[in-house]
């Protein structure tokens, strides 16, 4: 079975630019999660997406962070402008979501680390 | 607010010995406990969960972790560690009410010395 995949594995940009990120869970998880995690904390739950709904988007910073999951499959995020304090690891996880979203183990990609100069 | 603390943010042992990582939560509702492990370089990997029932739950890799309500607590152990279980722990927790999404602890970083 294959994973969760991510891209880029590595990005660096400077302040101000935007940057997107791309995940494609593992076939028919309903559940996909966008995670950051800074440097020496754990992950930080940006947004949740059931099939291609929000279910949660309030840890989001919404004037500078977008995701969207058009066909419950695939997910992008993006950063439009970066900061500084956007440095991190950006983590895609899913998961199967067939006995109730809390309980759910949720499977994670490798991430993409962002350097934001 | 629901939290998640991982007492110890390194643990140096030795290949062979025992390890005891340790985990405490706050929550005002009941809660279900994780804990995940990350190798260098990859994503964060299920270890065990505690959903209901037996409060000592067995994992991958000879992990097993034991629930203690009253203590709000969540500790992994390990009788014996390897090389191979040198990695970054997360302890985590998640809610049975609406809109209590998992909340990840800071980490703690196990380093197995030969």
């Known amino acids: 079975e294959a994973g969760v995949a991510q891209s880029p594995r590595y990005k660096i940009i400077e302040k101000r630019q935007s940057v997107a990120f791309w995940c494609n869970p593992i076939?028919?998880?309903?559940?996909l999660y966008w995670y950051q995690q800074i440097l020496g904390q754990g992950p930080k739950l940006l947004i949740q997406f059931q099939n291609n709904g929000v279910v949660d988007d309030s840890q989001l910073p919404k004037d500078r962070f977008s995701a969207e999951r058009l066909k419950g499959v695939d997910s992008t995020l993006k950063i439009q402008p970066a900061k500084l304090e956007d440095s991190a690891v950006y983590l895609c996880?899913?998961?199967?979501?067939?006995?109730?979203?809390?309980?759910?183990?949720?499977?994670f990609g490798p991430g993409t680390r962002l350097t934001v100069l | 607010a629901q939290s998640v603390t991982q007492l110890d943010s390194q643990v140096p042992v030795f290949e062979e010995a025992p390890v005891e990582l340790r985990c405490n939560y706050s929550?005002?509702?009941?809660?279900?406990l994780f804990w995940y492990v990350q190798y260098p370089n990859q994503g964060l990997q299920l270890l065990l969960k505690?959903?209901?029932?037996?409060?000592l739950v067995k994992g991958i890799n000879g992990f097993e972790a034991e629930f203690n309500k009253s203590q709000t607590s969540f500790h992994l152990r390990k009788p014996s560690v390897h090389i191979s279980d040198t990695a970054e722990y997360f302890c985590?927790?998640?809610?049975?009410?609406?809109?209590?999404?998992?909340?990840f602890g800071a980490g703690t970083r196990l380093f197995v010395k030969a």
């Open positions: 929550s005002s509702v009941s809660v279900y």
């Open positions: 985590a927790v998640s809610g049975d009410t609406g809109g209590f999404k998992t909340i």
């Open positions: 505690y959903l209901s029932g037996s409060t």
């Open positions: 996880a899913s998961s199967l979501a067939s006995a109730g979203l809390n309980t759910d183990t949720q499977y």
């Open positions: 076939s028919g998880h309903a559940t």
